[in-house]
């Protein structure tokens, strides 16, 4: 869990799940894109640029509702993790929330760099931004670098933060996990945590 100005909750408010989930499920429509647009090959018919494009706007979208997330992080109550929790399993979770948020800036950020420094017009949903930023090949290819390791290492954490997940599910039993599923049956949370604390 990362540092927040107010811990006393028990559970994430609606706003907050909602957009853990969207955003996760944008994340991988954002992956597969990426991952596969970059293999198809050049050429007066080929589906690339429509691709990149695509890829772009998503990805641009994908930042704006990530700074909505973390503005919205700051300003509302977050749960801290249960009393049993170890230090190692706080320090665990601070640390990899903490850099799932900074691949969700970086690869955005780094992506939008070299595209405004790449010889080619930025399409976003069809709408061609203003070439405001002259073509710089180096920065071009450091931007390049730096969004391909960060999207290799952001995949390695997603999967580490899957698995973290399932562990509070199937072996802590916490309710840790309950706490980021949407609440489609009306009962509160923050009674179903207490509830689960008092069993463990
Ligand atoms: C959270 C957002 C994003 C994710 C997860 C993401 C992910 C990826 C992945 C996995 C690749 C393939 C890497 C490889 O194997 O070569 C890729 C490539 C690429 N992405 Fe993104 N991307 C994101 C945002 C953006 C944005 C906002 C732009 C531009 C506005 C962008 C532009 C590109 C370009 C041009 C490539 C081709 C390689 C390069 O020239 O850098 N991406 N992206
Ligand atoms: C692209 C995929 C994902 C990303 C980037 C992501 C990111 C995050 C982040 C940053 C947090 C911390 C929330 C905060 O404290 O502000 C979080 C919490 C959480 N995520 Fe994910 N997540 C992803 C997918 C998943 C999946 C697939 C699961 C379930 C299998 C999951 C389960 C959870 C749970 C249970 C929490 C709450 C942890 C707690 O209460 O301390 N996440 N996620």
């Given amino acids: ?44 018919d080929s589906t690339r640029a429509f691709w990149f494009n695509t890829h772009k706007s998503i990805g641009i979208f994908i930042g704006c509702i990530v700074l909505f997330r973390l503005y919205w992080r700051f300003q509302s109550k977050v749960p801290g993790l249960p009393p049993k929790a170890s230090s190692w399993e706080r320090f665990a979770a601070t640390a990899s929330h903490a850099s799932l948020y900074f691949c969700m800036i970086v690869m955005p950020l780094s992506g939008i760099l070299g595209s405004l420094f790449s010889k080619y017009d930025l399409l976003v949903f069809g709408v061609r931004l203003p070439k405001f930023l002259e073509h710089d090949p180096v920065i071009k290819e450091l931007m390049t670098i730096i969004h391909q390791s960060i999207s290799y290492f952001f995949l390695m954490l997603i999967s580490v933060h899957i698995l973290a997940a399932v562990k509070h599910l199937v072996i802590d039993c916490d309710g840790v996990f309950d706490r980021m599923m949407p609440n489609f049956s009306g009962t509160s949370k923050e009674r179903n945590f207490k509830k689960n604390e008092k069993q463990n």
């Fill in 1 to 44: 869990m990362m540092p927040s100005t107010e811990e006393h909750t028990t559970a994430f408010n609606n706003t907050a799940i909602f957009l853990h989930w969207f955003i996760a499920l944008l994340l991988l429509v954002q992956f597969l894109i990426g991952l596969d647009m970059v293999n198809i090959p050049k050429g007066p």
